[in-house]
């Protein structure tokens, strides 16, 4: 009867998950706060394993402990604590009203399995996170609740708020909408789209055959001290247990159980009208496991590892890099780097250890961060980047710093942020409506928090443009009230390294004003 209790245990666990991390990433009116928001991911299996080099300690324990369970527990990490992996299930389950879907045993796929395992690791190793980005369960759920249920809540939210306001019923505001880049929205949907017609013929396909994650995982569940074992003496061979594991691990023939890929959903112990299958310690002979070694497997892994080895060698040595060898545009405004977020101390060191889950996307009040199509080159798709086209970042704001589980954005206090130079101002007067129409603008300066960009004494009256760099933090601003088009006449080029902007000197007025004494006007 114990054994009965464990899959409405999983159940609750996997939808309280599901929910606290949705949530996260779609929380418009800012009820959780950063840190908290941060803490909810601390089970994260690649922000945890991020952790252990970018010094996120709290995160690096939970990288051991997923491991831990994973060696005592087999694959519940899949289960329960993976929301890439519960919304296939939930997949599964809306579609189970509209039809029974049926599983079969499927061998493994494991030339995919292993391709797409060693291929991330030894991108991970190159120091590229692409495969990463677009293959990480978490990150790729992150991104569906960023870019396709976060508008879907700020619609109902718009909705709701506009019919209270006709009853003069302000207490939910309404919240501001930017449509961000295309491929913000156009990737997740094809990804859900995947996933959704995986898991609608064959379940748990996308863990076991493509997410690196739920291999490596795999990998070490196979020495899982539990793990699903059926007992022969009892079992009638009647395959109800086959029908309902959507894993496709368990050949009832053999009476084996395939512990790479079964994920602990426990629905086969619900099934079984006989209590054959169950969920206890493994007595096996582990020499005899070890001894019949699939050779091919291991002549595979190894000669990509060589071939990885062999292309990371050459990149060294020619000093590859997506930042190398960048051919200037022909456009007006030539920006050499794009502007990584505030906090990330570099693009190498953003790029490196960003999964591109948008949790900062999400949490970011003016969207200024959108994810980047191939402004970081081609490993840094999805990635965030600063784009000054739809808003500017807020000077006093940390949102971002707060929230990165990864590591790639470090805390930043909002003194910190105010001399964080993440970019440059550039301007080209020949753009400017102050000297191609000969009009009075301003629009720069006036936004301008640092005042790097002042009006100064022109002719004929006009007051023109003047940069100081050292004063700019690249925080858009100015790019972003520039009027002219299509081409700004001002704007910022990223910094490759972030470096410390000089603090603005105050002025004489400021720093006689004192408003205990005097009006301020």
């Not at 980005?133 to 718009?158: E, H, K, M």
């Not at 890099?321 to 101390?345: E, T």
Request: charged content about 15%; proline content about 6%.
């Amino acid at each position: 009867m114990k054994q009965q209790l464990l899959r409405p245990i999983r159940l609750f666990f996997a939808i309280l998950t599901f929910i606290s991390i949705a949530f996260i990433f779609t929380d418009i009116w800012q009820l959780l706060s950063p840190s908290l928001s941060r803490s909810l991911l601390f089970f994260q299996f690649i922000p945890s394993l991020t952790g252990l080099f970018t010094g996120f300690s709290v995160f690096a324990f939970g990288f051991i402990v997923i491991i831990l369970i994973t060696f005592l527990f087999g694959r519940i990490y899949c289960s329960f604590l993976c929301p890439l992996g519960v919304l296939i299930d939930l997949i599964s389950s809306v579609s189970g009203f509209f039809r029974k879907i049926r599983y079969r045993f499927t061998p493994p796929k494991n030339f995919w399995r292993y391709a797409f395992l060693a291929a991330s690791v030894l991108s991970l190793l190159s120091g590229s996170m692409l495969l990463i980005d677009l293959l990480d369960p978490y990150s790729n759920a992150g991104r569906i609740f960023t870019n396709l249920l976060r508008p879907a809540v700020i619609g109902v939210n718009n909705l709701i708020s506009g019919i209270l306001s006709e009853i003069h019923f302000y207490s939910l505001q309404r919240v501001a909408y930017h449509f961000p880049n295309p491929v913000a929205v156009v990737f997740p949907l094809a990804f859900l789209m995947i996933i959704t017609l995986f898991a609608l013929r064959r379940g748990r396909l996308y863990c076991n055959t493509v997410c690196p994650v739920g291999t490596l995982l795999g990998l070490i569940s196979r020495l899982s001290v539990f793990r699903i074992k059926i007992n022969a003496s009892s079992c009638t061979v009647c395959g109800k247990c086959v029908s309902v594991c959507k894993s496709e691990c368990i050949n009832v023939n053999n009476l084996e159980v395939d512990m790479s890929r079964c994920v602990g959903c426990m629905n086969c112990l619900k099934s079984c009208n006989f209590s054959a299958i169950g969920y206890k310690a493994s007595v096996r002979n582990k020499t005899q496991e070890f001894t019949n070694v699939d050779t091919q497997k291991r002549n595979f892994l190894k000669k990509l590892t060589i071939g990885g080895g062999a292309i990371m060698s050459i990149s060294a040595r020619h000093g590859y890099s997506p930042y190398n060898n960048r051919k200037a545009g022909s456009i007006p405004v030539k920006k050499n780097y794009p502007c990584s977020p505030p906090g990330s101390l570099s693009i190498s060191h953003f790029t490196a250890y960003c999964t591109a889950c948008h949790l900062c996307v999400s949490v970011c009040p003016t969207q200024v961060l959108q994810p980047a199509l191939f402004q970081y080159g081609l490993e840094g798709i999805l990635q965030p980047f600063l784009d000054p086209g739809v808003n500017f970042c807020n000077f006093d704001c940390v949102a971002c710093s707060e929230v990165c589980p990864s590591g790639a954005i470090r805390p930043l206090t909002v003194e910190k942020k105010h001399v964080t130079q993440v970019g440059k101002v550039h301007f080209i007067r020949q753009s400017c409506v102050v000297y191609t129409n000969r009009k009075d603008c301003g629009a720069c300066s006036e936004h301008c928090p640092t005042k790097a960009v002042q009006m100064v004494h022109w002719q004929h009256g006009l007051k023109i443009p003047e940069i100081n760099q050292d004063l700019c933090v690249g925080c858009g601003a100015c790019e972003f009230a520039c009027p002219t088009i299509p081409y700004k006449a001002i704007y910022v080029d990223g910094n490759p390294v972030h470096l410390t902007a000089r603090k603005p000197e105050k002025t004489e007025t400021n720093e006689g004003f004192n408003p205990e004494n005097d009006f301020p006007f």
